[in-house]
């Protein structure tokens, strides 16, 4: 019983209504933070978004500054090398470039001091998407109210318990409401014990995954859940 149902993101209508909300803001050049509490799939949420009219420029949050600038030229080709006297010639070539779309996943771990340069960033028109937990709005609000002010706020909700079940065809309802109601709603925890299940459901040759084989997965990957 190969499947590849935890290896795809589920559409909800709130999901599918952000993608729209998201192609329309990148393509007039406004940014986009995308806000969810851990686990909530913001990550997987950030791998669908894919403009045909803009160039991906995906970076790493825990970079310092003169990396990220770096990277962002690099992804767009250009040779140049990480330095930190050359922040201000690197962001002055950014701001002079169009086509493309910058995404920063994790963005709770930037350096504090990387925000002024996205400023000017999102003010020449180059939309930048953020995701990131909570923290990034009030970080934003105490210490960079006008930044906050330039970003369409979207903020992600866990998925609904009837989503998977519509979704996972390799399990019995029962079984997706108990790993749902064990992984507290948290996706990846939820695709981690799926994956176990259906391991399990082939080793077993099983044609579906029931309730009692799901508890029995959910006492070794979820302690304390079921004894």
Request: aromatic share 10%; proline share 4%; hydrophobic share 40%.
């Amino acid at each position: 019983m190969k499947t590849t149902e935890t290896d795809h993101f589920i559409h909800d209508k709130r999901r599918r209504s952000y993608l729209g909300v998201i192609y329309n803001s990148i393509y007039r050049g406004r940014s986009v933070l995308i806000e969810g509490d851990y686990g909530v799939g913001k990550s997987s949420f950030l791998d669908l978004i894919k403009p045909k009219k803009l160039k991906k420029v995906r970076l790493e949050s825990l970079d310092k500054t003169h990396e990220i600038l770096a990277a962002i030229l690099e992804q767009l080709n250009y040779d140049v090398k990480p330095a930190y006297h050359r922040c201000s010639r690197h962001l002055k070539m950014i701001t002079s470039l169009n086509h493309f779309v910058i995404i920063v996943d994790e963005s709770n771990d930037l350096d504090p001091r990387v925000w002024p340069y996205f400023k000017r960033i999102i003010d020449a028109k180059i939309p930048v998407l953020f995701a990131g937990s909570p923290k990034v709005r009030t970080l934003l609000s105490n210490e960079h109210p006008d930044i906050l002010s330039r970003l369409k706020l979207l903020i992600l909700y866990p998925l609904m318990v009837d989503d998977f079940i519509q979704e996972y065809k390799h399990f019995e309802p029962e079984a997706v409401e108990q790993i749902y109601a064990a992984t507290g709603s948290d996706m990846r925890k939820f695709k981690e014990v799926c994956s176990e299940c259906l391991d399990k459901a082939d080793e077993l040759k099983l044609s579906k995954v029931d309730v009692n084989l799901a508890l029995s997965i959910l006492s070794d990957v979820v302690p304390g859940y079921y004894n």
